[in-house]
């Protein structure tokens, strides 16, 4: 019989506690009301963002009108 390392069951426990969590978020009402509010507010953070030229990939960014 073999056995099996602490590190490896924290990490099988973290994977099943990590499903676990996304099925309750997704199969819920307020789990997905939850996901909604956490969804608008980072694209309302987004938008509402100062931007930083800081890059020269900042030429490809379609939301810069500055770097065209």
Known sequence: MRTIPLHRSYQISGIIA?????LVLVGTATGRTMLAWIYLQSTET???ATHFRSSALDRF???????M
């Open 18 to 22: 990590a499903i676990l969590l996304a």
């Open 46 to 48: 987004v938008t509402s």
């Open 61 to 67: 960014d379609p939301t810069c009108p500055q770097c």
